[in-house]
């Protein structure tokens, strides 16, 4: 009789419900531990970028500042000085405060908003990613 119930078993093919149970265990948990990794990747590639074109707005108005005497008041101004690859960005830069060289730089890309800060003072940025957002429509250099 044993020998009829192992005969049995060893003539069917395929996978037993428990084994298709737990493989499909193994999948859910394995996805429930990426899930936060690459949505916290997105932030911090969104992150990145944002400060990178920030860092390189500020050397811009910098040397466009040193170049010309004052500070741009249009993005045209910074094209016009050799930076087009500033001016071109579709982006947002905020008004830059004279005094100190302080603007904000908005960006929105793959369904998150990053706003970056310039605070001259401690020659620091500012970075605050918010899900979702638009670009503010207004204080923003523009072309005239």
Do not use: H
Not at 78 to 84: I, P, Q, T
Not at 96 to 115: H, R
Request: no cysteine; charged share 20%; proline share 3%.
């Amino acid at each position: 009789m044993l020998n009829k119930l192992i005969k049995k078993y060893n003539d069917k093919k395929g996978f037993t419900m428990i084994e298709l149970i737990a493989v499909m265990a193994v999948i859910a948990v394995l996805i429930t531990i990426l899930i936060p990794q690459v949505s916290s990747l997105r932030e911090r590639a969104v992150k990145t970028e944002a400060l990178k074109v920030a860092k390189d707005v500020l050397q811009a108005v910098q040397t466009y500042e040193l170049e010309n005497g004052r500070i741009p008041v249009n993005l045209d101004e910074l094209e016009d000085g050799g930076f087009r690859s500033i001016a071109d960005r579709t982006e947002g830069i905020s008004t830059i405060t004279a005094a100190d060289l302080s603007f904000t730089y908005y960006m929105v890309k793959n369904g998150m908003m990053a706003t970056i800060s310039y605070v001259p003072a401690n020659e620091d940025f500012t970075v605050i990613i918010t899900s979702g957002g638009t670009l503010p429509t207004t204080g923003l250099l523009t072309t005239p």
